[in-house]
């Protein structure tokens, strides 16, 4: 059982060059999200998807964008790549209710460490 | 600002020690998580505690939520050097649909020598 499954680990970029940030779960779960990691400041949301086909802004979506066209994938896209992006970022899933017996939470991937350069 | 306010930041103890770690909020949470961390790796919950007033315990971790679930509370027993790691609350606001989203502390650094 893979869980959440992130590529690449690490990445390099230019400024101003693009690049898409690849997320797959295969736990069937609906929830999907896309948090951002810098030091001393936790874990901030870039975007999250509730379903295929539906998306939203998180906290800090600006820069970024996302797409949901199967209940598996989940890839972030990065346009005009800034220093200010980067940073590691996590794709998480979860279930969409908290049910008995189960602890409600995330399943993190194990990251993409980013850095523009 | 960060909706939730975790403390300390870094704790740096001998083994054997005990050792509590705080996650606030003046912001009422339907659940609140805990999750820890090691380097190169994503966070891995711990626990998830949803009722104002519990207490969980996972081995030596014992975890707390605040009866008015604005808070919680993490203490180690005994700590170990493989208790080493970035440990994290997380909330999810209560009222009208989160949609699972959670707010995260900034998270505390524990090391734990030999």
């Known amino acids: 059982n893979a869980g959440v499954t992130q590529t690449p680990k690490f990445r390099i970029l230019k400024i101003g060059q693009s690049m898409t940030l690849q997320c797959t779960q295969d736990m069937n779960h609906n929830y999907m999200y896309w948090y951002r990691q810098d030091p001393g400041m936790g874990l901030k949301l870039i975007y999250y998807s509730v379903g295929a086909g539906i998306t939203d802004k998180g906290e800090v979506p600006n820069g970024y964008n996302v797409s949901r066209s199967t209940t598996e994938d989940f890839p972030l896209r990065l346009e005009l790549a800034a220093p200010s992006q980067t940073s590691v970022y996590f794709c998480?899933?979860?279930?969409?209710?908290?049910?008995?017996?189960?602890?409600?939470?995330?399943?993190f991937g194990s990251g993409t460490r980013l850095t523009v350069v | 600002t960060q909706l939730l306010e975790q403390s300390p930041q870094f704790l740096s103890i001998q083994e054997g020690e005990n050792l509590t770690v705080y996650c606030n909020s003046s912001?009422?949470?339907?659940?609140l998580q805990w999750y820890r961390q090691e380097p190169g790796e994503g966070p891995v919950l711990l626990v998830t505690v949803v009722t104002g007033g519990e207490v969980k315990k996972l081995k030596r971790l014992t975890f707390q939520f605040g009866d008015a679930r604005k808070d919680s509370s993490l203490h180690i027993t005994a700590a170990q050097p493989g208790d080493t790691g970035l440990y994290l609350c997380a909330g999810d606001l209560a009222g009208g649909t989160s949609y699972g989203k959670l707010t995260f502390g900034q998270g505390t650094i524990l090391t734990v020598h030999p």
């Open positions: 998480a899933s979860s279930y969409t209710a908290k049910t008995g017996g189960i602890d409600y939470g995330y399943t």
């Open positions: 912001s009422v949470f339907s659940s």
